[in-house]
């Protein structure tokens, strides 16, 4: 895999773009693992973000029914067309921000770390089974942070409001070509069944997290104006935000349920 992966690097004179991310996974075993953290079988439907060099693609086109794979760099995509010629795979060229994703149970990704955030959102927008990512370490630890956490931030608690996150491996930088900067990580990611997933307030959970390390009463008060909150109000609204379930506690302490009860109640007073 990776004689092909230098093979095609080299007999199309492919120089990677950083600003597309573009460190391709050069260790076999991981790809591996990732694929069977999947599950990957021939009832799934599986989406993968940034194909590359197709390393990935390749063994999942094996294993799963389908795979649709979004890629931006049009010179990829025309070097995958050329080089592989999988049945079941279809190369979708655009932005995965801006196309549209077909439908699919199973996402395996090496992400490009730009796009990380959006394309998780996105994700969890979405109804799937499992999906198995690869992140920059930082993100994937923030992403499995707990309330409490130091490093427990919006993207935390919107990840859990809606799924379970774990992260399952390490993976240092000489596992890619050229090497990153930085270390990554994979995440694997279930969604809770319905009846456990919170919907959160975008605004409410922006304004909070504004200030992490505030009380959530002084968060509110210095954050009023990203709740659509005039300056006047806001003042006139002091008394609520310190009356506001959980007030003293710090922002970075709180549960997707937490911030439910704050929303319920500021709802409740006509304040969003
Ligand atoms: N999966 C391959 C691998 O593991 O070797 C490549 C992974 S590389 C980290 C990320 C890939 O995503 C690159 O091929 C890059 O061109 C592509 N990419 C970057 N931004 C993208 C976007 N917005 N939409 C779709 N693909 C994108």
């Not at 304004?207 to 990203?226: C, I, N």
Request: glycine letters at 4%; proline letters at 6%; aromatic letters at 8%.
């Amino acid at each position: 895999m990776r004689d092909r992966l230098f093979s095609i690097i080299y007999k199309y004179n492919l120089h990677p773009n950083r600003d597309l991310g573009q460190n391709f996974l050069i260790v076999p075993d991981i790809i591996e693992r990732n694929i069977e953290r999947a599950e990957v079988g021939e009832k799934d439907t599986v989406l993968e973000i940034g194909p590359g060099l197709g390393v990935l693609t390749d063994p999942l086109s094996k294993r799963a029914g389908k795979v649709y794979a979004i890629e931006k760099d049009c010179r990829i995509v025309e070097i995958l067309r050329r080089e592989y010629n999988w049945p079941n795979v279809e190369i979708i060229e655009g932005d995965a921000l801006k196309v549209e994703w077909p439908e699919f149970n199973k996402m395996v990704s090496n992400l490009p770390y730009q796009i990380s955030s959006p394309v998780t959102f996105k994700l969890l927008s979405r109804e799937f089974e499992r999906a198995v990512l690869i992140f920059q370490l930082e993100f994937a630890e923030r992403m499995v942070a707990k309330p409490g956490d130091k490093n427990y931030s919006r993207l935390s608690l919107m990840v859990r409001a809606k799924a379970r996150a774990e992260l399952v491996e390490r993976i240092g930088k000489g596992a890619f070509w050229p090497r990153p900067k930085v270390d990554s990580a994979v995440v694997v990611l279930e969604p809770k069944p319905p009846e456990e997933r919170i919907d959160l307030n975008e605004n409410l959970v922006k304004a909070l997290f504004q200030h992490r390390r505030s009380t959530v009463s002084a968060a509110l008060k210095k954050s009023a104006h990203m709740l659509g909150l005039s300056k006047d109000k806001a003042r006139e609204l002091r008394q609520v935000f310190s009356r506001v379930p959980h007030s003293e506690r710090r922002v970075f302490q709180l549960s997707p349920e937490d911030v439910l009860e704050i929303e319920e109640f500021l709802k409740k007073e006509g304040v969003i």
